[in-house]
């Protein structure tokens, strides 16, 4: 009966401690709601993508995409998604894909690359490579993060209908 007893208690503190650091509020601090970055990836600057390949494959990635004779491939485990690419660029990248879910499928709502570009001048963050605003079909923008950690927001898919 004390080891459940504590084993309960220590949920409960436990619970309490996780609620006391988060803010379950959505938005950020100025009440906005959180911009829709779609699906995540890290996109890896490799050296050589064949053993690179290899070596994520013995941790349970699976190739989803890609052309490896061009020099890029995707691979997936479960909802987690990694890009190799060789040659590309010269560091690691964060990669964002807006209007799409973990499995590449268009989302029904979700905010254009244009909109997100929109918002983020709007808070002061200086973009790299900017989307051209007048189009709707797939477009990039790309941003650097306090440390110096380039962040691509790749939309593949055109402006979702209003």
Same mark, same amino acid.
């Given at each position: 009966m ?5 084993s ?6 436990? $619970?309490?401690?996780? &609620? ?21 990836? #890290?996109?890896? $600057? #490799? =050296?050589?993508? &064949? ?6 494959? %013995? ?10 004779? %061009? ?8 909802? /987690? ?7 590309f ?15 590449? =499928?268009?989302?029904? $709502?979700?905010?254009? #690359?244009?909109?997100i ?10 973009? /790299?490579?900017?989307?051209d605003?007048? /189009? ?5 923008? /790309? ?13 593949? #898919?055109? %402006?979702?209908?209003?």
């Amino acid at each position: 009966m004390t080891r459940l007893f504590a084993s309960l208690l220590a949920c409960c503190f436990s $619970a309490l401690l996780f &609620a006391q650091g988060t803010d379950a509020t959505p938005g950020n601090a100025d009440g906005e709601r959180p911009l829709r970055l779609g699906n995540f990836s #890290v996109s890896l $600057a #490799v =050296k050589d993508i &064949a053993k690179s390949r290899e070596f994520y494959e %013995k941790l349970g990635f699976r190739v989803v995409g890609g052309n490896q004779a %061009k020099n890029w491939i995707v691979l997936q485990n479960e909802t /987690t998604t990694i890009g190799l690419f060789q040659g590309f660029f010269d560091k690691n990248s964060l990669t964002f894909n807006p209007g799409w879910d973990h499995n590449k =499928k268009t989302l029904p $709502a979700f905010d254009d #690359v244009r909109d997100i570009q929109q918002t983020l001048k709007s808070r002061g963050l200086t973009l /790299t490579k900017e989307a051209d605003a007048s /189009t709707t079909g797939p477009a990039y923008l /790309t941003l650097m993060d306090p440390d110096g950690n380039p962040v691509l927001i790749d939309q593949h #898919v055109p %402006k979702p209908g209003k």
